[in-house]
């Protein structure tokens, strides 16, 4: 799954969500089942996403939804082989990164 998010240093739940095409709801979940999601928290108690939370998002997506992982399968597997997962996820992410750039210079064409 491609995320389409402008760099930032922080970015708000609603942004994140959206750019999952998720509920907020499901988010707040995921914060509070994976270690590795820790959003900083405003005076208001609102999420503030770093770029590496967003990271660690992608990655739990692509194990619970596009893997099929159980949540508490997908924890284990974080924790075994969080490494390896994040080299062949973030192949995975450029490799789609240069299809849909190649696609565009074929329309172009």
Same mark, same amino acid.
């Given at each position: 799954?491609?995320?389409?998010?402008?760099?930032?240093?922080?970015?708000? =739940?609603?942004?994140?969500? !959206? *750019?999952?095409?998720?509920?907020?709801?499901?988010?707040?979940?995921?914060? @509070?089942?994976?270690?590795?999601?820790?959003?900083?928290?405003? *005076?208001?108690?609102?999420?503030?996403?770093?770029?590496?939370?967003? @990271?660690?998002?992608?990655?739990?997506?692509?194990?619970?939804?596009? !893997?099929?992982?159980?949540?508490?399968? *997908?924890?284990?597997?974080? @924790?075994?082989? !969080?490494?390896?997962?994040?080299?062949?996820?973030?192949?995975?992410?450029?490799?789609?990164? =240069?299809?849909?750039?190649?696609?565009? =210079?074929?329309?172009?064409?």
């Amino acid at each position: 799954m491609h995320i389409n998010l402008p760099e930032k240093r922080y970015y708000k =739940i609603g942004e994140v969500a !959206k *750019a999952f095409g998720v509920n907020t709801s499901l988010i707040r979940f995921w914060e @509070k089942e994976f270690d590795v999601l820790k959003p900083k928290k405003n *005076a208001k108690g609102d999420r503030k996403f770093t770029p590496e939370d967003v @990271k660690n998002l992608q990655l739990i997506y692509h194990l619970v939804k596009d !893997k099929g992982y159980t949540l508490d399968g *997908a924890k284990i597997h974080l @924790k075994e082989s !969080k490494f390896k997962i994040l080299q062949n996820f973030e192949m995975i992410r450029k490799l789609e990164h =240069i299809k849909a750039e190649l696609q565009k =210079i074929k329309e172009n064409l």
